[in-house]
């Protein structure tokens, strides 16, 4: 019996595009590294466009035909979703998919879809949530290392929670990871939600939370598909991999029956 590899959808944004000759040519837009990161751990990569008309039904419609969802990095997610005026910082909302993300999320939430959160990605999982966003760290910290220059990744590292999900996966040392952020989950916010800090900056910036009692359900505020070392994605397709708790895994077809006898099985 052929094994079928994990369907993991991607979120990505819908933008006009200059690529001559089609400049200005609406295009769906991710960063392929997202689609190699899960295509080398396993999986098979399909890729989610926001869309304008999303409903609750139109999100688990979709959720039932995916195995797992990164809901991947991108712009600030609108303040006005977790009830706060934007900072003058803040990039211009992108209401699509803040939408879309929201919905997919609250549906795969319901029937324990693993879920992983790629820097905006742990933020709309956490505004979901009910969550709050520090709208902009350096107004704290004092510093820049976590976005030092426009369009060039960082590098920093997190130290994860000692017991996590995400200690079990990436190891409990602190490790380097490529970083291009301004703002962060505020820790405070997640009480009652569900989720619970899994790594830290050692500035006080959360880097990473779980939700321990979900089947995979993790995020980080780091660019882990820049990363050399794939052990979230792997990860994530293995949980994809496994039926739920409870739920047989959908039989596959049974290969034609063979009239002739010519071939042995």
């Known amino acids: ?40 751990a ?19 419609e979709v959720v039932a035909r995916v195995d797992g969802l990164v809901v991947a990095g991108g712009a ?3 303040a006005h979703l977790y009830g706060a005026a934007p900072h003058p910082t803040s990039q211009d909302p992108r209401p699509d998919r803040d939408a879309w993300e929201t919905a997919l ?35 704290r910290v004092g510093h820049e290392a976590h976005s030092p220059r426009p369009g060039v990744y960082s590098s920093h590292h997190v130290d994860p929670v000692v017991g996590s999900r995400l200690a079990g996966v ?14 962060a989950v505020v820790a405070d916010s997640l009480e009652g939600t569900g989720w619970a800090p899994s790594a830290w900056h050692d500035d006080g910036t959360l880097e990473a939370m779980e939700v321990p009692a979900a089947r995979f359900r993790l995020a980080v505020q780091w660019h882990a598909e820049e990363g050399e070392h794939p052990a979230l994605f792997t990860a ?19 290969p034609p029956d063979d009239p002739g006898g010519e071939h042995e099985r």
Do not use: F, K, N
């Not at 960063?31 to 190699?36: I, K, Q, S």
């Open 1 to 40: 019996m052929t094994q079928h590899r994990p369907v993991i959808g991607i979120t990505c944004y819908v933008e006009d595009v200059d690529r001559p000759p089609w400049v200005g040519q609406r295009s769906a837009v991710l960063p392929y590294r997202y689609v190699a990161q899960v295509e080398a």
């Open 42 to 60: 396993g999986g098979l990569a399909v890729v989610l466009p926001p869309r304008t008309d999303v409903d609750e039904a139109m999100a688990r």
């Open 76 to 78: 600030d997610v609108s």
């Open 105 to 139: 999320v609250r549906a795969a939430e319901e029937v324990d879809l693993p879920l992983l959160g790629i820097c905006r990605g742990m933020q709309v999982m956490a505004v979901a949530a009910g969550g709050r966003i520090e709208q902009h760290v350096p107004d």
């Open 170 to 183: 990436i190891g409990e040392d602190a490790v380097d990871v490529p970083t291009y952020h301004h703002q």
């Open 236 to 254: 994530l397709v293995e949980a994809a991999s496994e039926a739920p708790s409870g739920v047989e895994p959908a039989p596959q077809p049974s």
